[in-house]
């Protein structure tokens, strides 16, 4: 039996441009709908509190009339449906207004019970001549007697008003929702283009690879900046993917030869036996090993640069120097000179610099020469130097500018790849210079 999703998630798996459309138009129906409440609301209050000020100020008036004995045949009255009536206490009429009757009074004398009084009272009700009518009451005196004055308003012409507004809000409402649901799905299409263009170009890169091949949209907007940075990344990306093919082939390359030498010095043993003594194999095979070994060990340092933050410390320059002179290979007389402090971690410099102080020693004639400040050391030597045009091709992996001497050292082309690497990933930098004393100077700074 087929699970269906939920109501929550059907309504995720909808289009945006779907989703949008309708939330923005629901939202505008309903705003719409209670400004069309709030308006009649207020029209229905503000009209029958006119109503009631009409009434409230003619009640007053007549029975002001009534206590001067000034009442006339008929009273009078000055807005459409207006009916004023006096009446005694038995509820029969004194006097009223020319559009009503002289003997059907306006409301029965049980219904005035409880209503006359010195304040008028107004309340909505039914009369005699109308079926809902606004009505104010008013006690008074009329010739020593007590009476009543009662003025209606018919309410049929504001119910008449608040209908027809209802009924053109009602057909206007929808009419207005479906106008912007249409103009809404009109613009987010045009909005949206761009990233459905873009979403292409992703599924395209996705299935055939390559860099910056995004669409970049025409308007110079938000989403043409997006593009853009995709697009750099993608670059970016695809470099990256290149230079790891390359480094794979290359560390492939690179081990295959100590792994050939040691096939062939196994096989060399086993079909001629006596052609080497156990420590002739032992020393053939603990080189190739041990060559291969530092290549693994410095590949696996090259792989994990980078991968984790740095949490660099204050350090004293001097002595990580003079930690990476002891560890360093000898062939060469070490001068170190200065001293100061740097930013970085400990272990990671201390690689970096053992690294420069190996290769000035493996390149150098005679001496070797290590100068320290704060937050810089210079690693010089009397060697043959670097050309110039080769002083950032050396950074490269695998790169060895002469194969016959880095292969007798036992080097693989990854010393200054590895001390670059490591000395920007701790915020400096690794460069090549000139040397004073004929060779290469080889500047590590990092943070003081």
């Given at each position: 039996m087929t699970e269906r999703p939920e109501p929550g998630r059907r309504w995720a798996r909808r289009p945006l441009r779907v989703r949008l459309t309708v939330l923005t138009a629901g939202l505008l129906c309903l705003t719409l709908t209670l400004g069309a409440v709030a308006l009649t609301t207020v029209l229905s209050a503000g009209r029958v509190a006119t109503l009631d000020e009409i009434t409230t100020e003619r009640a007053r008036t007549v029975a002001a009339l009534a206590e001067q004995d000034r009442v006339a045949a008929t009273l009078p009255v000055g807005e459409p449906g207006e009916i004023a009536q006096l009446?005694?206490?038995q509820g029969r009429v004194l006097a009223t207004s020319p559009n009503a009757s002289r003997t059907l009074p306006l409301v029965a004398a049980d219904e005035l019970a409880g209503r006359s009084g010195?304040?008028?009272?107004?309340?909505?009700?039914?009369?005699?001549?109308?079926d809902e009518v606004r009505m104010a009451v008013l006690g008074t005196q009329y010739r020593g007697e007590p009476a009543t004055v009662v003025v209606t308003m018919p309410l049929a012409e504001v119910r008449g008003l608040l209908r027809a507004l209802t009924v053109s809000l009602v057909a206007i409402v929808p009419v207005l929702t479906a106008l912007l649901a249409i103009a809404i799905w009109i613009v987010l299409g045009r909005a949206l283009r761009p990233v459905e263009e873009l979403r292409g170009g992703a599924e395209r890169v996705a299935r055939h690879g390559g860099g910056g091949t995004l669409p970049v949209p025409r308007a110079d907007d938000e989403l043409a900046a997006l593009a853009r940075t995709l697009n750099e990344m993608l670059d970016a990306l695809d470099a990256a993917a290149a230079r790891q093919r390359a480094f794979v082939a290359d560390a492939a390359h690179e081990l295959r030869s100590p792994l050939a030498s040691l096939?062939?010095?196994?096989?060399?043993?086993?079909?001629?036996?006596?052609?080497?003594t156990q420590a002739e194999l032992v020393s053939e095979l603990g080189r190739e090993v041990a060559r291969m070994q530092a290549l693994v060990e410095d590949l696996l340092l090259l792989s994990r640069v980078g991968s984790a933050p740095s949490?660099?410390?204050?350090v004293d320059l001097r002595a990580l120097v003079d930690e990476a002179v002891r560890d360093a290979r000898s062939g060469a007389g070490v001068v170190?000179?200065?001293?100061?402090?740097?930013?970085?971690?400990?272990?990671?410099?201390?690689?970096?610099?053992?690294?420069?102080v190996e290769n000035a020693v493996r390149h150098a004639d005679s001496r070797v020469r290590v100068f320290i400040g704060d937050g810089e050391v210079l690693v010089e030597d009397d060697g043959r130097g670097v050309p110039v045009a080769d002083r950032e091709r050396v950074f490269e992996r695998f790169v060895r500018l002469d194969e016959a001497r880095e292969r007798e050292a036992g080097g693989a082309g990854l010393g200054l790849a590895i001390a670059r690497e490591v000395a920007r990933a701790q915020g400096g930098d690794v460069v090549i210079e000139d040397s004073p004393l004929?060779?290469?100077?080889?500047?590590?700074?990092v943070p003081a």
């Open positions: 009446l005694d206490a010195a304040e008028v009272t107004v309340a909505t009700t039914a009369s005699a001549y109308d096939r062939t010095s196994l096989d060399v043993a086993a079909a001629h036996p006596d052609s080497y949490r660099p410390v204050e170190v000179e200065g001293g100061g402090l740097g930013r970085g971690e400990p272990a990671a410099l201390t690689r970096v610099l053992r690294n420069l004929g060779g290469a100077r080889v500047v590590l700074t």
